[in-house]
């Protein structure tokens, strides 16, 4: 049976079906602290947001932000790998692949100190923002 995606926009939630699958469903809030971590990153690597989501790898310095994105979304906020990687538009497996790169580029002291700050920025950010919230493991 060939696969249909509906995606139907509502206030409250994004559905999307997948065949027979049950849907996913990406809240609101959830899509306000994706975008609260893309507004994080790209602001402290000095890049539009849309650079974030471009469909080509760019240059080595937007790929390294786009997979600090994706690993501060993985690891800070415990979204799964897949619900990322549809997000950025990417593999699940460029995901985790990103999220290895980053832990692996932490054993540099000026990285580990620029990812720590992030994730206390969005820690605090989080705690803040009325209109999103940490995801339940």
């Given at each position: 049976?060939?696969t249909?995606?509906i995606?139907k926009?509502?206030?409250?939630?994004?559905l999307?079906?997948?065949?027979?699958?049950?849907?996913?469903?990406?809240?609101?809030?959830?899509?306000?602290a994706l975008?609260?971590?893309?507004?994080?990153?790209?602001?402290t690597?000095?890049?539009?947001r849309?650079?974030?989501?471009?469909?080509?790898?760019?240059?080595?310095?937007?790929?390294?932000?786009?997979q600090v994105?994706?690993?501060?979304?993985h690891?800070?906020?415990?979204?799964?790998l897949k619900?990322?990687?549809e997000?950025?538009q990417?593999?699940r497996?460029?995901v985790?692949?990103?999220?290895r790169?980053?832990?692996d580029?932490?054993?540099?002291?000026e990285t580990e100190l620029?990812i720590?700050s992030l994730?206390?920025?969005?820690e605090?950010?989080m705690l803040?923002t009325?209109?999103?919230r940490?995801?339940a493991?």
């Amino acid at each position: 049976m060939e696969t249909a995606e509906i995606i139907k926009r509502d206030e409250a939630c994004h559905l999307a079906w997948a065949g027979n699958k049950a849907p996913h469903v990406v809240m609101q809030n959830d899509l306000n602290a994706l975008a609260l971590v893309d507004e994080l990153v790209s602001r402290t690597y000095r890049l539009p947001r849309s650079a974030l989501h471009a469909g080509t790898r760019c240059r080595k310095s937007v790929a390294f932000a786009r997979q600090v994105a994706m690993y501060l979304c993985h690891v800070c906020l415990s979204y799964p790998l897949k619900d990322i990687a549809e997000y950025y538009q990417r593999d699940r497996t460029t995901v985790a692949y990103a999220c290895r790169v980053v832990e692996d580029r932490r054993e540099e002291e000026e990285t580990e100190l620029l990812i720590n700050s992030l994730e206390s920025a969005l820690e605090t950010m989080m705690l803040v923002t009325p209109l999103t919230r940490m995801r339940a493991r």
